[in-house]
């Protein structure tokens, strides 16, 4: 695993945006496995920064997300398709057509869950796949205790996550109770992972994480045993290790 130390949160996303831009440079229809939350927003802006330069270009590249709410349409703005597009491919010249993200609108759900496998197959993989890291470890929608060996599959959400969302939400009503998520084995196989923590309160699970026990308990731990791992964080989120 390499790790790489940033500064501060504007540092750790440019380094991580370097290192999406190298795969999009050197592979102009390379497959991105991307992910949504507060910490890839400023990687995504960097991109779009370089584009806008025109020091990138998107026409062939194929990207796949790690889940998707169910329940929610494309259009909702708590979707992850809608967080995609907004903050990043309504402003680069991707084709909509090579972006993909989970149906959450899908009335059988399993059949999406091998649909969308089946994408990333016929695809020939993920080429790097950027990840968060939640507060317990979790990894996508993969929280402690889930099974190492599954590919996209609906989860039900915790407790602890559907109270963390709600504040995006009008009421707790509303906030979706399921989701369709890669699993670790879909992650797993990815050829490369890229690991973006940004945080003080995120440097005891990367500790955990990188330098504990492998164990479904923290599922990130498993990226241990994946053969090309790059964490890229503040000073923060890793002053632990």
């Not at 501060?8 to 190298?22: E, F, P, Q, V, W």
């Not at 991707?94 to 059949?111: C, F, H, Q, S, W």
């Not at 992650?187 to 330098?211: E, N, P, W």
């Amino acid at each position: 695993m390499r790790v790489y130390v940033a500064e501060d949160y504007t540092g750790m996303s440019r380094k991580a945006a370097n290192i999406l831009s190298a795969h999009v440079i050197l592979n102009p229809s390379c497959v991105l496995g991307l992910a949504t939350g507060s910490t890839p927003i400023g990687t995504y802006k960097q991109l779009i920064d370089w584009y806008n330069k025109g020091d990138l270009d998107f026409t062939d590249v194929r990207t796949v997300n790690l889940d998707e709410y169910v329940g929610l349409s494309p259009e909702h703005d708590q979707s992850y398709r809608y967080f995609m597009q907004t903050n990043l491919f309504d402003h680069i010249n991707i084709k909509r057509e090579n972006t993909n993200v989970p149906n959450g609108l899908a009335e059988d759900l399993d059949a999406e869950c091998a649909r969308y496998n089946q994408v990333i197959r016929d695809m020939g993989g993920i080429d790097i796949q950027v990840l968060g890291m939640g507060h317990n470890g979790h990894i996508g929608f993969n929280e402690p205790g889930h099974a190492f060996e599954l590919e996209t599959h609906a989860v039900d959400l915790t407790q602890t996550t559907i109270d963390a969302n709600a504040r995006f939400f009008a009421s707790k009503d509303e906030v979706p109770r399921r989701a369709v998520t890669m699993g670790i084995k879909s992650i797993m196989q990815a050829k490369q992972i890229l690991v973006v923590v940004s945080g003080a309160d995120k440097a005891d699970i990367v500790k955990a994480a990188f330098t504990g026990p492998v164990t479904p308990a923290v599922p990130a731990s498993i990226l241990q045993m994946h053969p090309n791992v790059v964490l890229v964080g503040d000073k923060a989120a890793l002053s632990k290790l």
